[in-house]
Every structure is written in C-alpha cells, then in structure tokens.
C-alpha cells in the first residue's frame, strides 16, 4: 500500500481561476512518453524559449505568474502537465519520464535560454542537465536535491518504520526503475554537481517545514523542505 501511494499523485490539481485566462491562451499539443498522452503548452513567439518544469501534484498553470513575466521580457515559456497530472494521461509518473520530456522538447524548441523549476522538478531538471541537455540557465524553486530525501520523507509523513521503509526502497529499485542503475546515485544531485556547469539560482524557505525531515536543497545548504505549490 505505501509504494502505491508513493508511485502515484493520488489527486490531480486543477486550474485556479487566476490562470485560467493565461493558461487557455496557451498553444497545446501532445506527446506520447511511455504509452502515456502529455499536454504541452506554449506562450510568446519561440525566440528565447524557457522550459517550466513542475513538481509533484502540481501543474504547468501554477506557473503563470511566471509565464507573464517572461513573456514581458520577450521569451517564450514552455511547460507541459507531467504524466498522472494535470490534463496529461496516465495514472503515475517517474523521474526518467520527466528526462524524457525535457530532452524531447529540448529537440524541438531548445536550446533553452534558462529553465525555471519547482520542488520534484528541479531533480528532474537536474538530472537532464547533467546527462547533456542544453539548459542555459537554471532557476530552482524549493528544488529537491538528494533522491533519498524522497523515502526518508514519505516514510515520516506515513510514520512507517524501518522495515517498511527497506521494503519501499527495495520495490522502488525492482519495480519502479530496474534499468536504472544505482538511483540514489544517478538522481542525486549532490553526488556529482560538477556535471552542470550552467548558472544556477536555488531559492529555498528554510522557515517551512511539511515533514520531519530536513534535507539539502539544490544550493547544497541544510534546509526545511518547502510545501508544493
């Protein structure tokens, strides 16, 4: 029951009215990520493009105050909804699902100027980078760093003990990514940060705090973990 809960979103967000204008403004299209149907959006007129990348049990919409600043400075901002939320397919979704994604728009609009991201994306982002896509810059918001964090934290919030918690890691690294080699190494961005070479800005509350556990954010600095948007 608790790698059910940790692999899927559980609810998705909707639209707030405060972006729903912005958002039906967007151009939209679809791609297909491993049999799982992603809505694309796209602003401005393709110069100077920036990807937008959420986080978990989020959406692109959240980042529309965003989207109108970055339109204003004359960029075009690309987002899409990750599989299992928003109008995207599919019921779950995995960090190399996310890789996907970015590397594939990455091909059809990058290189990207810069990338914004938040909590679950900013890994996501992360690990793309650091396996050769073309990021100029990146802006992390509450960003998640170290891959482990993932587990010691679910595993607070549900209260489960040690052997539960060997048993989660353990169906994470058979079921959930068996071809993905040691996953607390190669998502982890701590492990090996000389492998983005791009500017990075990290901005993290260390004053808000949803779980027991404190973790490091992308800066590398002991921090609180940050509520998802």
Request: with cysteine; hydrophobic share 40%.
């Amino acid at each position: 029951m608790a790698y059910e809960l940790f692999r899927h979103p559980v609810r998705r967000s909707r639209v707030r009215p405060a972006e729903r204008e912005l958002h039906d403004r967007a151009r939209t299209a679809e791609l297909l990520v491993n049999g799982k149907r992603t809505r694309v959006y796209r602003w401005g007129d393709g110069a100077r493009p920036v990807l937008l990348v959420h986080g978990w049990r989020s959406r692109a919409s959240r980042f529309t105050p965003y989207v109108r600043g970055l339109l204003d400075l004359g960029m075009s901002p690309v987002a899409f909804d990750a599989p299992g939320h928003g109008e995207s397919g599919g019921r779950s979704v995995t960090i190399l699902e996310y890789r996907e994604l970015i590397g594939r728009l990455a091909e059809q609009d990058g290189p990207f100027e810069a990338a914004v991201t938040h909590s679950f994306g900013t890994c996501c982002t992360f690990l793309a980078m650091a396996e050769g896509v073309p990021v100029g810059r990146l802006a992390s918001i509450a960003g998640l760093a170290e891959f482990t964090y993932l587990v010691e934290a679910f595993t607070a919030i549900l209260g489960l003990n040690e052997r539960l918690e060997r048993d989660l890691v353990r169906r994470i690294e058979r079921h959930l990514l068996p071809d993905a080699g040691d996953v607390w190494r190669r998502f982890d961005a701590t492990r090996r940060p000389e492998l983005v070479t791009a500017p990075i800005l990290a901005v993290h509350d260390e004053g808000t705090t949803s779980s027991r556990t404190g973790r490091r954010s992308c800066c590398g600095r002991r921090t609180a973990r940050s509520s998802c948007a």
